[in-house]
């Protein structure tokens, strides 16, 4: 459930919903990518750390100024395993 927190300055009041979203990581070359499924929003960064923290910030400005439905509950994200056989390949002449 989404939490709310209500500023009060000299303007109108406005509401701050802190979300709690997915992040997916991998790696591409020297790139860390980072993913958010929900929104389908995704950043990158050298370390993970930066591509989160960069995944943070285009998940804050994607969310600004729209009315974005999230789902109530992150993703479940896990791993599986399966077995792949390899083609032949065919002998270099």
């Known amino acids: 459930m989404p939490r709310i927190t209500h500023i009060y300055t000299s303007k109108p009041i406005v509401s701050v919903v802190k979300l709690k979203l997915s992040a997916a990581v991998h790696r591409e070359g020297p790139w860390f990518v980072s993913w958010c499924p929900e929104l389908d929003v995704a950043s990158q960064g050298r370390t993970v750390e ?14 600004e100024g729209q009315d974005v439905e999230v789902p109530q509950e992150p993703f479940l994200l896990t791993t599986i395993e399966v077995e792949h056989a390899e083609a032949a390949r065919p002998a270099r002449p």
Do not use: D, Q, T
């Open 50 to 63: 930066e591509a989160l923290s960069n995944l943070r910030e285009a998940v804050e400005l994607y969310l």
